[in-house]
């Protein structure tokens, strides 16, 4: 197989190196680039996309969801009951699935993961939220799990389709969280862990014997790709050279600027938008200015995100929710996202802060000036340099700080940024709760529960449609007036294919999945 080593050192393409390497590839192998290194390879402890779309190849899950019309169908279980308070569920587990190991997936096996989980807690920052009241799983045999709630809940599973919850062996469960982020780690799926570069790649290969794929897969079986390379790109330029030269049979994440590149001939784009939490921008409310509710909602009112479409990709668009447009629960709140830098000005007024040296308003010794650090891997950079355009004009001064990912990473772990970006994929409006209650990864740095804490838990416990719409209105409204999350943009996955690249579908969660996927000669 073609080895990318070269590439990603220089970040330039070799258009004549490529075209010799790609004549001696095997037909059934695949290499897609990804956009930025992978850090965890555990489903269980990872939110990072990229992370996840290398680990969704080889851990099944308890059950699926269909991306067009948000049904949850079978996968490792062919069926489930649900008690009417949504406080008990139980599975019916398939025959004979095995993992990469050649341990049996019984009930016992799918207990150990969701206790493992309940005991990672801040470790597993999805997890966590997805298994929020959890009391306790029990096999009741060998092919019947029940999970028990202690108090309902309606999204637990939505939940059981999420890679997060994925079902790892229980000799994987032994390791420690460390040797498993590292790639210690054996799943139900498709596709077996193979070679791991953090830095450089991951590679895969067709999991022999395969044969209980989800519903919603066309090719039931051992899958046409029998080796599978996730090689780390990071240069935009690079990863979309290498699709239109044959280095590369996907470029995982597409920029805009590179989509008019795809038409009818030539190398495909499948897109899709991304349900979930929109990329919000989420200020650390520990910070003095922050602390202020005025202020964080005259930052919201002093955008125009009318004016980030020319720089979104395919199937992006600007935010008018705090939920994607494709997540139950969503309702078009333009009306409270709307442009409004007059009541940008009043609200900083009321607040105390006046015109200072430079344009930027201040309180005294306390000036409206602002870090977002994010990693210099990310698309939106562009965006970033267009808000702090628009916020320099009421008076507020946003330095958009790009890191390399592991400063990134240390300084949003220490809580050391006044703002960071994020979004968070799920088909669910209980996604809420992973990133805006005191007890959840928390960006915001708050420490005390409030109304919002109390909308967002209300969401999960609720099982009449109506009721649930009215909690998520709650819940949203509480986050928008109280400037908790200001909302950007609705993300999309936006994925070129190869030519010869067929069978290639994204998941409820905009995900890749390869195992319908061939290349034709």
């Given at each position: 197989?073609?080895?990318?080593?070269s590439?990603?050192a220089?970040?330039t393409?070799?258009?004549?190196a490529?075209?010799t390497a790609?004549?001696?590839?095997p037909?059934?192998?695949?290499t897609a680039?990804?956009?930025?290194?992978?850090?965890?390879?555990d489903p269980?402890?990872?939110?990072?996309?990229?992370n996840l779309?290398v680990s969704?190849?080889?851990?099944?899950?308890?059950?699926?969801?269909?991306?067009?019309?948000?049904?949850?169908v079978?996968?490792?279980?062919?069926?489930?009951k649900?008690?009417k308070r949504a406080?008990?569920?139980?599975?019916?587990?398939?025959?004979?699935?095995?993992?990469?190991?050649?341990a049996?997936?019984d009930a016992?096996a799918?207990?150990?993961n969701?206790?493992?989980?309940?005991?990672?807690g801040?470790?597993s920052p999805l997890?966590?939220?997805?298994?929020?009241?959890?009391e306790?799983?029990?096999?009741?045999?060998?092919k019947?799990v029940e999970?028990?709630?202690?108090a309902p809940?309606?999204?637990?599973l939505?939940?059981?389709?999420m890679?997060?919850?994925g079902?790892?062996?229980?000799?994987t469960?032994k390791?420690?969280?460390?040797q498993?982020?590292?790639?210690?780690l054996?799943?139900s799926?498709?596709?077996?862990?193979?070679?791991v570069?953090?830095n450089e790649e991951?590679r895969l290969?067709a999991r022999?014997?395969?044969?209980?794929?989800?519903r919603?897969a066309?090719h039931?079986?051992v899958?046409?790709?029998?080796?599978?390379?996730?090689a780390i790109?990071?240069?935009?330029?690079?990863?979309h050279g290498?699709?239109?030269?044959?280095q590369?049979?996907?470029d995982l994440?597409v920029?805009?600027?590179?989509?008019?590149s795809?038409?009818r001939?030539g190398?495909?784009?499948?897109?899709?938008?991304?349900p979930g939490i929109?990329?919000t921008l989420?200020?650390n409310?520990s910070?003095?200015a922050l602390?202020?509710?005025g202020?964080?909602?005259?930052?919201g009112?002093?955008?125009?995100?009318?004016?980030?479409a020319a720089?979104?990709?395919?199937?992006e668009?600007?935010?008018?929710d705090v939920l994607a447009?494709?997540t139950p629960?969503?309702?078009?709140?333009?009306a409270d996202?709307?442009?409004?830098?007059d009541?940008a000005?009043r609200l900083l007024?009321a607040a105390?802060y006046r015109?200072?040296?430079?344009?930027?308003r201040?309180?005294?010794s306390q000036?409206?000036?602002?870090?977002l650090?994010?990693?210099?891997n990310?698309?939106?950079g562009s965006?970033?340099?267009?808000?702090?355009q628009?916020l320099?004009?009421?008076g507020i001064e946003l330095r958009?700080?790009p890191?390399?990912d592991?400063?990134?990473s240390a300084?949003?772990?220490?809580g050391d940024?006044?703002f960071?970006?994020?979004?968070v994929t799920?088909?669910?409006?209980?996604v809420l709760?992973s990133v805006y209650?005191?007890e959840s990864a928390?960006?915001l740095?708050r420490?005390r529960?409030d109304?919002?804490?109390g909308r967002i838990?209300?969401i999960?416990?609720?099982l009449?449609?109506?009721?649930?719409?009215?909690a998520?209105?709650a819940?949203?409204?509480a986050?928008?007036?109280g400037?908790?999350g200001?909302?950007l943009f609705?993300?999309?996955s936006?994925?070129?294919l190869?030519e010869?690249v067929r069978g290639?579908r994204?998941?409820?969660s905009?995900r890749?999945?390869?195992?319908d996927?061939?290349?034709?000669a």
């Amino acid at each position: 197989m073609l080895r990318l080593t070269s590439l990603l050192a220089s970040g330039t393409v070799l258009l004549a190196a490529c075209a010799t390497a790609d004549a001696g590839r095997p037909p059934d192998s695949f290499t897609a680039g990804l956009a930025a290194p992978v850090s965890c390879l555990d489903p269980h402890q990872t939110p990072q996309t990229p992370n996840l779309q290398v680990s969704r190849q080889f851990v099944d899950s308890l059950t699926d969801q269909d991306p067009r019309t948000g049904k949850i169908v079978p996968w490792l279980a062919t069926s489930w009951k649900v008690d009417k308070r949504a406080e008990r569920f139980t599975f019916t587990l398939r025959d004979g699935v095995t993992f990469s190991d050649g341990a049996p997936l019984d009930a016992a096996a799918v207990v150990a993961n969701l206790d493992d989980i309940s005991r990672l807690g801040a470790r597993s920052p999805l997890g966590s939220g997805y298994l929020a009241g959890y009391e306790g799983a029990s096999a009741l045999d060998a092919k019947t799990v029940e999970v028990r709630f202690g108090a309902p809940s309606a999204q637990f599973l939505q939940a059981t389709s999420m890679v997060t919850l994925g079902i790892l062996s229980p000799g994987t469960l032994k390791k420690t969280p460390e040797q498993r982020c590292a790639g210690a780690l054996a799943g139900s799926g498709p596709f077996v862990l193979g070679r791991v570069a953090l830095n450089e790649e991951v590679r895969l290969s067709a999991r022999t014997g395969y044969a209980w794929a989800s519903r919603l897969a066309a090719h039931k079986s051992v899958p046409r790709i029998r080796e599978l390379t996730f090689a780390i790109v990071t240069d935009p330029s690079a990863r979309h050279g290498s699709l239109f030269s044959g280095q590369l049979d996907a470029d995982l994440q597409v920029l805009q600027q590179d989509q008019r590149s795809f038409g009818r001939k030539g190398p495909q784009l499948l897109s899709a938008a991304r349900p979930g939490i929109v990329f919000t921008l989420l200020p650390n409310e520990s910070r003095p200015a922050l602390r202020d509710p005025g202020v964080r909602r005259a930052i919201g009112a002093a955008l125009d995100r009318s004016r980030f479409a020319a720089l979104l990709a395919a199937g992006e668009r600007p935010a008018t929710d705090v939920l994607a447009s494709t997540t139950p629960g969503y309702a078009d709140r333009s009306a409270d996202l709307a442009y409004a830098p007059d009541e940008a000005a009043r609200l900083l007024d009321a607040a105390g802060y006046r015109r200072g040296p430079g344009g930027v308003r201040a309180k005294g010794s306390q000036r409206l000036s602002f870090t977002l650090v994010y990693s210099a891997n990310e698309p939106y950079g562009s965006v970033y340099q267009l808000m702090a355009q628009q916020l320099a004009d009421v008076g507020i001064e946003l330095r958009p700080t790009p890191l390399d990912d592991a400063t990134n990473s240390a300084r949003q772990s220490s809580g050391d940024y006044d703002f960071v970006s994020w979004a968070v994929t799920r088909g669910d409006p209980t996604v809420l709760a992973s990133v805006y209650p005191v007890e959840s990864a928390n960006p915001l740095r708050r420490t005390r529960p409030d109304q919002v804490d109390g909308r967002i838990a209300r969401i999960a416990t609720v099982l009449d449609p109506t009721e649930r719409s009215r909690a998520v209105e709650a819940a949203a409204e509480a986050i928008l007036s109280g400037g908790h999350g200001i909302p950007l943009f609705e993300q999309a996955s936006s994925v070129g294919l190869a030519e010869q690249v067929r069978g290639v579908r994204l998941d409820a969660s905009g995900r890749p999945i390869f195992q319908d996927a061939e290349v034709r000669a």
